[in-house]
Each structure stands twice: as C-alpha cells, then as structure tokens.
T-cell receptor, first 116, second 116 residues
Framework: SQQGEEDPQALSIQEGENATMNCSYKTSINNLQWYRQNSGRGLVHLILIRSNEREKHSGRLRVTLDTSKKSSSLLITASRAADTASYFCATDARRAGGTSYGKLTFGQGTILTVHP | DTGVSQNPRHKITKRGQNVTFRCDPISEHNRLYWYRQTLGQGPEFLTYFQNEAQLEKSRLLSDRFSAERPKGSFSTLEIQRTEQGDSAMYLC??????????????FGQGTRLTVV
C-alpha cells in the first residue's frame, strides 16, 4: 500500500516559475526522501530530510517537513524544461523503538511539466 | 561504473514462462531492495536484503516470486509461470544502512517486463 500521497497529481507551469508539490503520510517516520523519475527511467534521489529537521535546501530545491501534520513539500524554484519529470516522496517509517522498518514507501507521484 | 546496474533492461516473455532479473548494487551498500512499478503509479515495495539475509517480503510477492542475494552482493529476482499482470517495471535499489535509520537509496534503470 502507498503511504505517501502527493498533491497535486499533475502540475503544468511555464519555465521560470516555481513549482510546489506536497506529500502527506500516515505513520511516524525517521526520514522522508524525494525522488525524480524521467519517463521510463529509474529514480534519482533528490534530497533526504530527517524527522528532526524542518527545512532543507539543495540548489534550486527546498524541502520542508511538518511532522505534526505528517506532511512535506518540495519547492523547485526558477523551473526549467529539464525539470519535467515525475516526483515522488518516500518515507522511511519508524518502529516503536526508533529503528527503521528498512524499506521506503512511495506515494503515487506528481507529474510536473515545465513548458519552455 | 559505480551505479546500480540491472539486466536485462527489457524482457518480453510468453505467459507461463519463467524469467530472471539481475541486480548489481553499489559495491559497498549492504541493503538491496526490489520494487515494482506500473504505469502511472509509484514504486511498490517487494522485498529487501540486508547483506545476504532477506529481511522482509511484501504480501504482493506471491509464491511465484523468489529473490536471492547470495554472498550479499548481486541479487536475482525470479518470476515463475508469468502472468500478464506481472507486466511492469522492476526496479532495484541499494543503500548503506547503519545505526537506526536508512540513508538515501540509489536506483537502477529498471527491467521492463512485458508478458504476452
């Protein structure tokens, strides 16, 4: 079953605009990760944010995490046509003792289209 | 090449045949994961290994599916008596896990299976 739910399912913007994608999840986590997937290809890791972090930056990417709301957002600033891809959040769920379940659980993704 | 390698990239098989996929993880990574992805969906967890030990299998993994990771290096995923519903992209990922939580996972390009 999918734990993460991305919103929106699809996003279409013009080059230069910012793109924001949201992810909600259901259980306690150790970390949350965002991945990108170009059509028909494997997934590329973008950023990992731990449960004790609230915000993280990497280049044009900004990720926030709100564990009280069990939600995360991915912001891509100054988007480019090359950013066109599907974006997935994935959670590393936490056991009662604090250890990880060991697997990443993915949402269904947001399809981002950036028009030149 | 230091990435995750999957072979073959594409496989077309007749219903009822057996197929085997191979994954070579990043050499120092102790965890190896198998996921399945169908069109428009996020990756669904199938199974994962910590070194050579298979630690978890999804309920999605029927008796026709078996995975091995001998010697804790490469892994194989075998599907026996394939069905049309097995048509999907099969993704392998590896990560370096230590302590309580996981680090980021690195994915291969996937094996696309088509059952006709």
């Amino acid at each position: 079953s999918q734990q993460g739910e991305e919103d929106p399912q699809a996003l279409s913007i013009q080059e230069g605009e910012n793109a924001t994608m949201n992810c909600s999840y259901k259980t306690s986590i150790n970390n949350l990760q965002w991945y990108r997937q170009n059509s028909g290809r494997g997934l590329v890791h973008l950023i990992l944010i731990r449960s004790n972090e609230r915000e993280k930056h990497s280049g044009r990417l900004r990720v926030t995490l709100d564990t009280s709301k069990k939600s995360s957002s991915l912001l891509i600033t100054a988007s480019r046509a090359a950013d066109t891809a599907s974006y997935f959040c994935a959670t590393d769920a936490r056991r009662a003792g604090g250890t990880s379940y060991g697997k990443l659980t993915f949402g269904q993704g947001t399809i981002l289209t950036v028009h030149p | 090449d230091t990435g995750v390698s999957q072979n073959p990239r594409h496989k077309i098989t007749k219903r009822g045949q057996n197929v085997t996929f191979r994954c070579d993880p990043i050499s120092e990574h102790n965890r190896l994961y198998w996921y399945r992805q169908t069109l428009g969906q996020g990756p669904e967890f199938l199974t994962y290994f910590q070194n050579e030990a298979q630690l978890e299998k999804s309920r999605l993994l029927s008796d026709r599916f078996s995975a091995e990771r001998p010697k804790g290096s490469f892994s194989t995923l075998e599907i026996q008596r394939t069905e049309q519903g097995d048509s999907a992209m099969y993704l392998c990922a590896s990560s370096l896990s230590g302590g309580l939580t996981n680090t980021e996972a690195f994915f291969g390009q996937g094996t696309r299976l088509t059952v006709v």
